[in-house]
């Protein structure tokens, strides 16, 4: 099991990437190579391409494939030294610069050393707009907000040409940074006296959305997709807001006619009829397949019921990590690994859908749509049984999570870093508390408890082969607290009393207010207001130690 392998494409309106992808014409003028690497971020290393290649003979495009392919594998470390020493080796190369200041912008929080490389670009090329926009960016994401938007107005008014995109870039940097308020002031003024722009009016909708105002981004979308009907991110942004919003109906069609998001991997079911709603499923065989984060599939598959009850031979494909957890749950189903589905079982398919379109096939109009049948997912017995013998005897025990997986496409790698928190943070908030901490955290986060020295932290990761693994661990909790990932849909599969850490700019599925959920009627949400996670851990912290002094056996959150 993968925990921490969460939040989806889906947590980040997929219309602001989209243009944030246009303004790269001025973020990177000098390297056009790399823009057009960045288009498919997931794209395979050259199997020519070696370290040693790209240090020799360096180009924009192999540095961008090496270092990205690093960082889509896990490899930050490496990445980050292969981009300096790319640059330490070649100096005086103002493209390769910008190429390694770019990359790490966009994959790290390195914004010091962002910095750095776009002044060492500034100092070979003074005049170089993409390295004046790298360092305002790094500025923002830093904190320096104010020294960044001085150097965004300065460019303003020395480059007259390039306002539009200016501004473009700038209120996207200010509200990725977790600044929506100067975002939305700078386009508000923009907009009043400037000529608009298709991602002027994505940008204003997507802040909107961020900022729990999901009913006006909607108008601010349907305004742009009137300017680029075509526009795909921009539709499945305005998708999203309209579910964020309670707009189930329209949501959820318009959710239902994107692409699928499964990392440029085509795999041959896809080329069945893709499954919608009113069709007849009755004794037709259906393949239900894995689309975006392993949360979006344990939070959807709950629908299996539904289409197996209208007659359906139902088919689930998956990552090895869900592999028995929904053997377990959905014995009327068949399983099968992902990778291993081959075309020799092809035969006498009717539809494929990804699982996250199972709310659309399902007909879910509004709340009172969503299946009421928690828990959906089963624990076997004698995990269970194996894993409460390892567990501290002392109750209540409360499990944490604290991060979501580090990602390394960059689309998703900003969501993870502002849906995370350290453990350091949560356990200076959270303890002391008269109970025993469980960690439920895997990933390369997991390594953070070894520098933890505050109450101790039981951990039974290191025998966790998946997610039943993990379910059987949660079955003997009495409380689960963690921010927006993947073990949190299991929690709340599970119908075990769950705490949602969520994010400023929270994830659609949750909506815009409130403290509970539809999806999970055991789950309790905190809601972050501002960027730093600070106020909200220190409100959970002090519900979680009225909540354990009266705390008894069996009772719910």
């Known amino acids: 099991m993968m925990t921490g392998h969460a939040g989806t494409r889906g947590n980040d309106p997929a219309g602001w990437q989209g243009a944030r ?6 973020r990177m003028q000098q390297i056009e190579t790399v823009s057009s690497c960045e288009g498919d971020a997931t794209q395979s290393l050259d199997a ?18 090496m270092v990205s392919d690093l960082f889509l594998k896990g490899e930050v470390l490496d990445a980050v030294r292969l981009a300096l020493e790319v640059v330490a080796r070649h100096p005086d190369n103002v493209i390769l610069t910008l190429v390694a200041a770019t990359l790490l912008a966009r994959h790290t929080a390195l914004y010091d050393v962002v910095a750095t490389l776009a002044r060492r670009a500034l100092k070979l090329e003074p005049d170089s707009v993409g390295a004046q926009t790298i360092l305002a960016d790094a500025l923002v994401a830093g904190g320096d907000v104010a020294g960044g938007c001085a150097l965004f107005a300065d460019m303003m008014a020395r480059y007259p040409g390039e306002r539009i995109g200016l501004c473009e870039h700038i209120s996207f940097s200010l509200v990725d940074a977790g600044y929506p308020f100067e975002a939305l002031g ?3 003024a923009w907009l009043q006296e400037g000529e608009p722009s298709f991602s002027l009016l994505n940008n204003m909708a997507c802040i909107l959305d961020r900022m729990g105002r999901p009913a006006e981004a909607v108008s601010w979308y349907k305004r742009a997709l009137a300017m680029d009907p075509g526009n795909a991110t921009a539709a499945f942004g305005y998708s999203l807001s309209l579910l964020k919003a309670g707009n189930f109906r329209e949501g959820w069609a318009r959710y239902a006619e994107r692409v699928p998001l499964t990392n440029s991997v085509t795999w041959w079911f ?8 009113g069709d007849d499923v009755s004794g037709k065989k259906i393949i239900l397949y894995q689309e975006q984060g392993l949360g979006d599939t344990l939070h959807f598959i709950r629908f299996v019921p539904y289409l197996q009850a209208k007659g359906a031979d139902v088919t689930i494909v998956v990552p090895k990590a869900l592999l028995r957890l929904l053997t377990q749950s959905f014995p009327g189903a068949s399983v099968r690994l992902i990778e291993e589905f081959g075309r020799e079982v092809e035969d006498g398919y009717s539809y494929a859908a990804p699982i996250p379109d199972l709310p659309f096939i399902g007909g879910v109009m509004s709340e009172s749509d969503i299946p009421a049948n928690i828990p959906y997912f089963r624990a076997d017995a004698g995990d269970i049984a194996k894993f409460a013998a390892e567990l501290p005897s ?10 979501g997986e580090r990602r390394g496409r960059p689309e998703l790698a900003a969501a993870d870093r502002r849906r995370s928190t350290t453990l350091a943070m949560l356990g200076e908030a959270l303890t002391p508390v008269d109970a025993t901490l469980v960690n439920i955290q895997f990933g390369v986060p997991h390594a953070e408890i070894a520098a933890w020295h505050g109450q101790p932290v039981f951990d039974p990761m290191g025998g966790v082969r998946d ?5 059987a661990i949660m079955e003997s909790l009495d409380l689960f607290i963690s921010v927006d990932t993947s073990p949190l849909h299991l929690a709340g599969g599970l119908g075990r009393p769950t705490w949602l850490i969520s994010r400023w700019d929270a994830c659609w599925r949750w909506g815009a207010e409130g403290d509970t959920s539809a999806w999970y009627p055991t789950m309790r949400v905190f809601r972050a207001q501002e960027r730093t996670f600070g106020p909200v851990l220190r409100e959970v912290g002090e519900a979680l130690r009225e909540w354990v002094k009266d ?4 009772k719910g959150a």
């Not at 992808?21 to 001025?26: D, E, L, Y």
């Not at 002392?394 to 991060?403: D, E, K, M, Q, Y």
């Not at 997610?467 to 379910?471: I, V």
């Open 21 to 26: 992808r246009k303004r790269q014409r001025i």
């Open 48 to 65: 020519d391409l070696s370290k040693d290649t790209v240090l020799q003979s360096p180009t924009a495009e192999n540095v961008t494939t």
């Open 186 to 188: 700078i386009l508000t």
């Open 270 to 277: 896809m080329s069945l009829p893709r499954l919608r709603h």
């Open 394 to 403: 002392r109750r209540p025990r409360i499990g944490l999570v604290w991060a």
């Open 467 to 471: 997610m039943a693994d993990t379910a």
């Open 551 to 554: 705390w008894q056996p069996g």
